[in-house]
C-alpha cells in the first residue's frame, strides 16, 4: 500500500503517516482535518505560524536565561573588586565576600543554563526531529544521548578518560544505516586536556573489513603498535594521515584515490577540522575534532526559519560525509550513482 502523508491544520506542516502530534507547531493531529497530499522533497523554511508559536516559546526562555546572566555578572564583578579590597586590608572578611560572591554568581549562571536547556529541548523537539525525519530514515532520535564508552573505545583512539554528547541519533542515507552524536573526549587529571570536540559518526558497512584498520590525524602510534604504520607516498595525503593497520593488503580497499581527495578536502573545507578514522569488520568509525556543535539553539530566538536554514546546512554536512564514504567501492554494494566531480565543494564550512 502507497503511503501518504498530510498537512497540520494548525501550521501546515507535513505530517508523517499516523503520526499524534506535529513535530513543527505540537498540536495535537486531527485527522479529518487533514488533505492527503503526495510526499515531496525537504523543505527547510515551514509556514510561520508554526514558527510564530514556536518563538512565542521560546522568547521567555532567552530573556530569563539573559536576565541570571546579567545578574551573576553584575554580582561577581563587584564582588570581585571588594574581595581584593578586604585582601589589602588583610581582612578576614576577603573569604567571606569571596564564598558568597561565588555561591550567588554561579547559581546565577547555574539558572540561565536550564533555561538554555529548556530552548534545547523545545527546538529539539518542534525543529530538530522533524527536519532529520526529512532528510532521512529516521529511527530513533535522543537529543540528550550521546555514544557509550565502549563504542568509542573501539575506535581505538587513544589519550583520553571521559567524554560527553548530545543529538544522538540512527538513520539511514542511500541504504547506508549510521549512529550520529556531537561528542566531546577528553583526558581529565588535573587539567581537562580536549583530544576530540566535534561529530561523531559509525557506519555500517555492507562488506567486512577483514583487519583493523586505523586512518588518523590524531592517533600517531595507536594501539596497533609502531610496526603497523604503513607509509602512504601519495602526497600530501602521507604527510598528513597516520595510517595503521596490521595487514597492509586493506589499504587498497578502503584508500581509493577518490576518497583520499575527499578526505583532503574535507580537512580544508570544515574549520579547525582533524579526522581520526578506524575501519574494523562491518564498522567505520568517524571522528571529527570540528570544535563545534551542531544543532544548538541559537540566541535570535524570533527567527526561526533562519534556524532551520543553519540546521539544514548542518545536516547536509552529514549527508556529504556518508557520501564520501560511498566513494569506496570496496566497502559498499549496490552504491547510488554519484556524482562524478563532487570537488572541490564537496564540503561546505560549518
Known sequence: MEQTTSFCHL???LLKRRTRRCSSCGSAVNRSTTTPEPKSAPQVARPSSGDAALSEKLQPLQVKKNWFQLAGAVIIIPMIVVVFYFLAMDSDLSILFGILGAAAGGTCFYKGTLYTRKKKELIS?????????????LVRYAPKETFTEGQLR????RGWNTHKGNDWFQATYKGVTFTFSDVGIYRQGRHRYTVLKGQWLILRLHKEISAPLIISELEKRGALGRRARVQIEQKPF???FTVLTESPAVISQVLTPGFMEFLLTMRHSISYVETHLFFGGEQAHIGLNTREDLFEPCNNVQDIPALRERVQTEIDLIKRIIDGFLLTEGLFQNQPQQDPTPYPN????I
Open 346 to 349: 564537496a564540503l561546505d564550512p
Open 238 to 240: 602521507g604527510d598528513i
Open 125 to 137: 523537539t518542534y525543529v530538530i526531529q522533524g527536519m532529520l525525519a526529512d532528510n532521512f530514515e
Open 154 to 157: 573501539t575506535s581505538q583512539l
Open 11 to 13: 501550521c501546515g506542516a
